[in-house]
């Protein structure tokens, strides 16, 4: 049996479900789509192939394989994307969280049958059928969970709302000794550079104690403030809109010391080296036209329990 275990971001990572590109079908028509940039790019014709986009994911599987992660591939689904496996469930501590995605998305569960059958049926938590959440907008940081969420009474215009306050409750009483934080993001189904699609593309912890964040994509002040109070100005990394838009946010952490990271991210990566992380940088742009990127495309689920947690 499969003994999950994630309590943070930045742990030392085992084993992981990477994203698939293999047989993603053709470039998909504009009502298909359910994010703005993918739509974005449909418009301009520089939509991703299928070639670019698996040879993108097998780069990074072989920097995960480098440091010694078990790395897991969904099953194939003819002409289907399954690149980013973040949103189809989500571990917390010895539990693993089934989501309920929207209906374009629906089929992708399937595709880690083989890995959920591992797991003892007791540490699988399947939410209600109103309780809607993708694993992009859940972040774990110890004793915290980061959850990113709209309550708008518009929830239901928005493609790209994809986290409910039914999830959130339901979380609330599978874990009650964990402390749960809500941030309304901003949203837009029309505009990238105004949409923060989950909040892993807004804010992500980075080793023990730093942040990268994008003010702007906080519908609250006071909740970005919060964030910005937590971690202290000094360990926060704060991205621009464009930055938001290429996806600096959305970088993956291998260890508390050992960062993914995309070669074009040249301001952040010159950071990150500087505050003494080791930078293993690939090229994932191709798979950035699709609002996602190294996070998105990774669904932890072991990782090494740490001294500071």
Not at 123 to 147: A, C, P, Q, R, T
Not at 157 to 185: D, M, S
Not at 215 to 231: A, R
Request: negative net charge; charged residues 25%.
């Amino acid at each position: 049996m499969l003994k999950i275990y994630i309590n943070n971001e930045t742990s030392e990572l085992v084993s992981v479900i990477l994203g698939s590109a293999i047989s993603n079908g053709p470039t998909p028509n504009i009502e298909d789509c359910y994010d703005p940039k993918s739509i974005e790019h449909i418009l301009n014709g520089t939509y991703p192939t299928e070639k670019d986009m698996i040879s993108e994911l097998n780069s990074f599987e072989n920097i995960l394989v480098k440091y010694g992660v078990k790395v897991y591939r969904p099953d194939q689904i003819n002409n289907y994307n399954q690149i980013f496996t973040r949103d189809i469930s989500f571990v917390i501590e010895d539990k693993i969280v089934l989501s309920n995605m929207i209906d374009n998305r629906s089929s992708e569960l399937s595709a880690i049958n083989y890995i959920l059958n591992e797991i003892p049926s007791k540490n699988i938590i399947k939410l209600s059928s109103d309780s809607y959440v993708e694993g992009g907008d859940v972040i774990l940081h110890n004793d915290y969970v980061f959850i990113g969420i709209y309550s708008g009474e518009d929830y239901p215009n928005y493609i790209t709302a994809r986290t409910n306050l039914n999830a959130v409750n339901e979380i609330k009483t599978h874990f009650p000794n964990k402390i749960i934080k809500t941030f309304e993001l901003r949203k837009s189904n029309s505009s990238p550079m105004e949409n923060a699609l989950h909040l892993d593309c807004c804010f992500q912890p980075i080793g023990k104690d730093k942040a990268i964040i994008y003010p702007g994509g906080f519908l609250i002040k006071d909740e970005y403030d919060w964030l910005v109070n937590f971690f202290g100005k000094e360990n926060i990394f704060e991205t621009t809109k464009e930055e938001m838009y290429n996806m600096n946010c959305n970088v993956f952490s291998i260890s508390e010391n050992v960062i993914v990271s995309e070669n074009n991210f040249i301001r952040l990566n010159e950071w990150l080296i500087s505050k003494e992380f080791t930078v293993e940088k690939i090229s994932y742009s191709e798979i950035a036209k699709q609002e996602g990127l190294l996070r998105c495309s990774t669904m932890p689920l072991i990782r090494k329990q740490s001294n500071f947690e």
